[in-house]
């Protein structure tokens, strides 16, 4: 099994944009007596994080400035509210679809949009833009086609969760996954803790998806499902999985080149993502580490960010 371990410092790029959110997040939200210290205290630990652990580290010193457990609860509320009040009119949609898991994937690809890291400043109108275009998205329909079939085949469906709001639309995906496929049981994994935009139980629940899927969280607080921080409850969820759908870049970043049989459903936002992966900004991806050689492909842009696998 290759799980990233080694620690290595990230690359100056990964820094640079993680700066960018630290001093944005200080200068809205820390009394400006307690901004430089706070800027000390993150710089001095960020610089020996490794890459995976580059939002938590700044994050848990944010928390002890703010004195909150969820740094971002207010922006995570509106976000999860604005889809939640979106869900039957997509819902709708989907029942009047020719392909309702491809059109439900597609709408669960367009709830990506929602993230901190890369989208801090997206407006709600921006994001209804996104999710009302899915109809222009395009999938390799050999790739759909290899997906689906595992999917008839497969009796345990893991299902890694990313943002709020997103995990909404993540909702739907399970409902009709259940509707076209009742005899799979499907898991999901979400944050044990709050981290950025990523959805922990709590905004789960709130999605409706505990109606069709089995929630396990994943027992930390890093953006993702890092597997070495990972509780034994939810490795061995993912053990049991014969297939496993990883939302989100983050997701991506930790568990491609892993031992299971991912495929990831995500909107590539960062610039270094794009140039490996051939994909425009915002561009849809339905990728496997199977079929779609993202080994290969990425390993260069690992090697530039700063991870190493085991």
């Known amino acids: 099994m290759i799980i990233m371990e080694e620690i290595m410092p990230a690359s100056e790029a990964c820094l640079e944009c993680n700066r960018k959110r630290y001093t944005k997040f200080a200068n809205d939200n820390i009394d400006k007596d307690k901004i430089a ?16 652990e580059l939002e938590s580290t700044w994050e848990r010193i944010a928390r ?3 004195k909150s457990d969820d740094i971002h609860k207010k ?11 979106m869900k039957d009119d997509i819902e709708k949609m989907l029942d009047e679809s020719d392909d309702i898991i491809n059109d439900a994937i597609k709408f669960a ?4 949009v929602i993230d901190f890291a890369t989208r801090p400043d997206l407006t709600l109108e921006e994001l209804k833009e996104v999710i009302n275009g899915v109809k222009n998205f395009k999938f390799d329909e050999e790739l759909y086609a290899k997906f689906i079939e595992e999917l008839e085949e497969a009796k345990e469906v893991v299902i890694l969760l990313d943002n709020v709001g997103e995990v909404v639309l993540d909702a739907l995906l399970c409902k009709k996954l259940k509707t076209v496929y009742p005899d799979k049981h499907i898991t999901v994994v979400p944050a044990s803790y709050p981290i950025s935009s ?11 998806i505990a109606d069709y899927a089995d929630i396990v969280p994943n027992g930390n607080d890093i953006v993702g499902t890092y597997l070495p921080k990972c509780s034994k409850e939810c490795i061995d969820v993912l053990d049991r999985a014969d297939i496993i759908i990883s939302k989100g870049m ?10 299971y049989n991912v495929y990831y459903f995500f909107l590539c936002k960062c610039k270094f993502y ?8 915002m561009q ?3 990728i496997s580490d199977k079929y779609s050689n993202v080994g290969k492909r990425m390993e260069k842009t690992w090697k530039e960010l700063g991870r190493t696998n085991e």
């Open 37 to 52: 210290n706070f800027l000390d205290e993150v710089e001095e630990a960020i610089v020996k994080a490794p890459y995976q």
């Open 64 to 66: 002890k400035y703010v």
């Open 75 to 85: 922006e995570k509320e509106i976000y999860q509210q604005c889809i939640l009040s």
């Open 109 to 112: 690809i367009a709830g990506n």
């Open 198 to 208: 990523d959805t922990t139980a709590k905004e789960a629940y709130e999605s409706g």
């Open 250 to 259: 983050a997701n991506f970043e930790v568990m491609s080149g892993s031992k």
């Open 274 to 281: 794009c140039e490996a992966l051939n994909a425009e900004m």
């Open 284 to 286: 849809e991806m339905f």
